[in-house]
């Protein structure tokens, strides 16, 4: 639990999530807030973060840091993605145990859970099966740190527990082909199909792939929500309960941008899973829910493009 004079440290403000939780926070008059920019700090220092947050001593922290990319830029470096995300994480969360820091939620992923599950996905289905095969390197340091998160408590009687979101999208996001993920790679691709004058867009896979996607407003919501709640489990899944194909979302995002291009299948490239919808229920229970339908998050997020391109 925290109150406006609490002290809140955020891990990778300047990231996509981070710079959500913080902009949230602001805007909801927590006024004790800590950040640190990468240049000052590495998180990947193990000495250097044990310190720093030994000195400032937070009440809460909320790990957003973290190595991040699509299916091409994690498939490509494994190892960077395992070695930097377990190293990232297990300074900050046992960093934040030695300061004495009670409270803590760090940031999973969907793409945790097993290639092949059943559909939506409960969080009991962790650990039931193998990766997606493109992305097990992140998958495998995600796991980790939420076990982590779990072992802490259990052993030494803190609140560290593990959000799991769908897919993000929106402000903050990273519109780089090589790196970034679905819904902004679109965006790029119908927007540059319009400044080259082409007829088509280029989507990887089959384009059957279904994905659910929250805008990460609505995920830095729900991160100030359960830092205000107190909750039994140790993860919990957050999503907005619906999921469409790539196809579908591309042909969303064309007519939302007035535009119209068809769209050619680039099959060598992997699809991923088939699907990742994942089940929500437990995060309503305790009485959270999205607020921003795709249609009000595409303006935020068309917005954000136009700022940085």
Request: with cysteine.
């Amino acid at each position: 639990m925290i109150n406006k004079k609490s002290k809140i440290f955020i891990a990778g403000h300047n990231g996509m999530v981070g710079s959500a939780v913080l902009r949230k926070l602001k805007s909801n008059n927590y006024k004790n807030l800590i950040t640190i920019e990468k240049k000052s700090l590495n998180f990947l220092d193990q000495k250097k973060t044990k310190s720093f947050l030994i000195k400032k001593k937070p009440d809460f922290v909320v790990v957003c840091a973290a190595v991040v990319g699509g299916i091409e830029y994690n498939r490509k470096y494994k190892s960077k993605f395992l070695y930097e995300n377990l190293q990232i994480q297990n300074n900050l969360i046992h960093g934040a145990y030695l300061a004495g820091v009670r409270n803590l939620i760090f940031l999973g992923s969907s793409c945790m859970y097993p290639k092949k599950t059943k559909i939506p996905i409960n969080e009991e289905q962790l650990l039931t099966g193998s990766p997606e095969e493109t992305n097990d390197a992140y998958v495998l340091a995600k796991i980790s740190g939420l076990k982590l998160c779990e072992f802490y408590s259990k052993n030494f009687k803190v609140n560290y527990k593990t959000l799991m979101p769908c897919n993000i999208y929106g402000p903050g996001d990273t519109y780089d082909l090589k790196k970034s993920h679905f819904y902004p790679a679109l965006i790029k691709k119908i927007l540059l199909a319009k400044k080259n004058k082409k007829k088509f867009i280029e989507i990887w896979g089959s384009g059957t792939p279904r994905r659910e996607v929250l805008h990460v407003d609505d995920l830095a919501d729900a991160i100030i929500y359960f830092m205000n709640k107190k909750i039994k489990d140790y993860y919990i899944n957050i999503g907005s309960g619906k999921e469409f194909s790539i196809v579908w979302y591309a042909k969303f995002l064309m007519k939302k941008m007035g535009l119209k291009f068809k769209i050619k299948l680039k099959k060598s490239m992997p699809d991923g899973v088939k699907s990742k919808l994942i089940n929500s229920s437990k995060a309503r229970r305790y009485g959270w829910k999205p607020k921003i339908n795709l249609s009000h998050g595409f303006i935020s997020t068309i917005e954000d493009y136009k700022l940085k391109n």
